[in-house]
């Protein structure tokens, strides 16, 4: 028998203890049902996905009771078999489409549904806009959900929306720093995708899918602070000075360097890849390209600084390069941006950031939604129904 020193006994004793107690801890998070929602959940396809079920609040910017439906979707529950007398739209985006910011009913997906239902080519019909988009997802994770959990849906139109901001470089697995993703990559000059992201080790950890509720408490506490010193420390300069972390500058300039030329031939591929596949499957394909926030300040002004600052031209640039795309392949670009720079002008109105984080930067608050919902269903009223195209915004 192994006989122990005093002192090991006390160590042993000691550890003990704390594992008894954070056992203890861990069964009274359970029991009171406390958790810090793990809103994602790692997939070979994808890279990550909505946790199936998944809820809980999200106020790191915002504030919006969120759920995770039965089929991973941030939205309400449907069935996949499409009802008879029902036009289905399949929504794919990225974290401006998923809006986690603001609540279910108020975001642009909702808002698409609800003026489509009063469209006269709706009448007596029922309008679904399913939404598939999810934080973080590029032009290559749009494909590949279109593959694996559209088309169970028999979506009528697929509408992708298209963030200048960010989007295209996602597509490239140069410049997009985030790795654990699927990319498209060229052999042959052909588009195949690349799943290498499965061999990264951090992939690998988040396919764990059962995980400790004490870890959700130390994940919200470090959260906590993490956004609490970013808003004492950074938001404010994000405000005045337009730049936010993940936006890219080079979006507006014509690229000069093999990164970003191969970036947007990728992403221009890509359109075309879905644009053939939606063909296939006799549906109809639109694309919408959102707003940055340099687009879009109420404040011409600091726009100006802005452009000054990075010798930018042409905000609309990234805008008006995708509708140049949609031309020339035969499907239909709407192009939000100078729109909402009309109206943000003529009204001083914020579309992006919110009272918790700051106004000009950031995703769309309940303002931006709400035109952006509107917009698209005028405009989608319109091509439907040509007489009332004059009155389309």
Same mark, same amino acid.
């Given at each position: ?138 032009? +290559?994770? &749009?494909?590949? %959900? $279109? !593959? ?8 009528? =139109?697929?509408?992708? /929306? ?73 938001? +404010?300069? &994000?405000?005045? %000075? $337009? !730049? ?8 507006? =300039?014509?690229?000069? /360097? ?136």
């Amino acid at each position: 028998m192994v006989q122990f020193k005093p002192w090991q006994q006390n160590l042993l004793l000691v550890c003990f203890g704390i594992f008894s107690g954070l056992v203890v801890f861990e069964i009274a998070l359970r029991l009171v049902n406390f958790s810090y929602p793990k809103f994602y959940i790692a997939n070979d396809v994808r890279g990550r996905v909505h946790r199936p079920g998944a809820e809980g609040w999200w106020r790191s910017e915002g504030e919006a009771y969120i759920k995770i439906n039965r089929d991973g979707l941030r939205d309400i529950d449907r069935q996949q078999t499409k009802p008879q007398n029902t036009f289905r739209i399949a929504l794919l985006g990225d974290s401006f489409a998923a809006a986690f910011q603001v609540p279910q009913a108020k975001t642009f997906a909702a808002i698409l549904e609800n003026k489509l239902s009063q469209c006269p080519k709706f009448e007596g019909k029922n309008v679904e806009v399913i939404n598939f988009g999810v934080s973080g997802y590029g032009t +290559a994770q &749009q494909l590949l %959900t $279109l !593959r694996t959990s559209v088309w169970s849906y028999s979506p009528d =139109l697929v509408l992708l /929306t298209l963030l200048t901001g960010n989007d295209i470089r996602n597509n490239s697995k140069s410049l997009e720093p985030d790795k654990v993703r699927p990319f498209f990559v060229y052999e042959a000059d052909r588009l195949v995708p690349d799943f290498s992201f499965r061999n990264d080790p951090m992939f690998q950890l988040n396919q764990s899918k059962e995980y400790l509720r004490l870890g959700h408490l130390i994940a919200r506490v470090v959260d906590s602070i993490g956004t609490r010193k970013q808003i004492k420390e950074d938001l +404010a300069t &994000q405000a005045k %000075t $337009l !730049r936010e972390p993940g936006m890219d500058e080079a979006i507006y =300039l014509e690229p000069t /360097t093999p990164e970003w030329q191969e970036a947007w031939q990728i992403t221009e591929d890509l359109l075309k890849l879905i644009d053939r596949e939606i063909q296939e499957k006799n549906a109809e394909f639109w694309v919408v390209t959102l707003s940055n926030s340099p687009q879009v300040h109420p404040n011409p002004a600091i726009r100006q600084q802005y452009r000054q600052r990075w010798g930018i031209q042409d905000l609309f640039y990234p805008d008006r390069r995708i509708k140049k795309i949609g031309d020339r392949a035969g499907f239909p670009v709407l192009n939000l941006a100078p729109l909402f720079q009309k109206y943000a002008d003529r009204n001083r109105t914020f579309f992006h950031g919110f009272k918790n984080t700051a106004l000009g930067i950031g995703h769309w608050n309940e303002t931006g939604h709400a035109l952006a919902g509107e917009t698209m269903a005028k405009r989608l009223c319109a091509e439907f129904e040509p007489n009332a195209a004059q009155n389309a915004f």
